[in-house]
């Protein structure tokens, strides 16, 4: 057995002749863009989950519906209107 500067022995604890501090900033540079990754997932995400409920597809909301259903001109605006009141508690 070598234990001398055989392959993978002898070599000084902190560094491979000064190589080591690049080692550290390319492992530190990983772990940033590891974490910026992870960040930007969620957010993007997050932001896919409310462009959805955006007005792209409608809110879902009976207020929406009824904004929808007007623009069609499917109800009056007497309807509308009247429907509005009571949506927003202000009808009765």
């Known amino acids: 057995m070598m234990w001398g500067n055989g392959y ?3 070599y000084p604890m902190m560094g491979y002749g000064g190589f080591w501090f690049g080692e550290v900033l390319w492992s530190v ?3 940033v863009v590891i974490v910026f990754a992870i960040i930007g997932l969620i957010r993007l995400m997050r932001g896919k989950r409310v462009w959805r409920r955006g007005a792209l597809w409608g809110d879902g909301s009976a207020l929406a519906i009824l904004r929808e259903r007007y623009a069609k001109g499917e109800i009056s605006t007497e309807e ?3 429907r509005k009141k009571v949506l927003l508690g202000e009808g009765k």
Do not use: R
């Open 80 to 82: 509308y209107e009247e």
């Open 29 to 31: 540079f990983w772990t």
């Open 8 to 10: 993978g022995y002898g």
